[in-house]
């Protein structure tokens, strides 16, 4: 069984930074489209960047683009969102995903990962 943990969430104000991780393992070595989604209270969850490890190409959601950076530590085993400039609408519940097939990692976010987390709350508030 398959196990894909998140932390690094909390309550911050905007314009802070946070740092979210994900750890499951054979991150690394087994999934090859790895990616964050989100889920805010009353909206549909929604995709925020991920990672095609095989072909080590990155895709962000366009409301993202700029302020949050997806990367992966092979060492570690770990997935990180590096999440800076944030607003209130990055509220949400934030979720860690992975796949063994790399093209689940699309521009658009609609691949369907056979692993997930259980997420980690993002509160961006004064």
């Known amino acids: 069984q398959v196990q894909v943990a998140e932390s690094g969430g909390g309550l911050v104000q905007p314009g802070g930074s946070l740092r979210l991780s994900c750890t499951a393992s054979g991150f690394t070595s087994s999934y090859y489209a790895i990616g964050w989604f989100r889920q805010a209270p009353g909206k549909a969850r929604e995709g925020v960047a991920c990672i095609n490890n095989m072909e080590n190409t990155k895709h962000y959601a366009d409301s993202v683009w700029g302020r949050f950076t997806i990367s992966l530590d092979n060492a570690r085993n770990t997935l990180y969102l590096q999440m800076d400039s944030l607003k209130s609408e990055d509220t949400g519940m934030y979720f860690c995903?992975?796949?063994?097939?790399?093209?689940?990692?699309?521009?658009?976010?609609?691949?369907?990962?056979?692993?997930w987390g259980q997420g980690t709350q993002v509160t961006v508030s004064s």
């Open positions: 995903a992975g796949d063994r097939v790399p093209w689940v990692c699309t521009s658009n976010f609609d691949g369907a990962y056979d692993h």
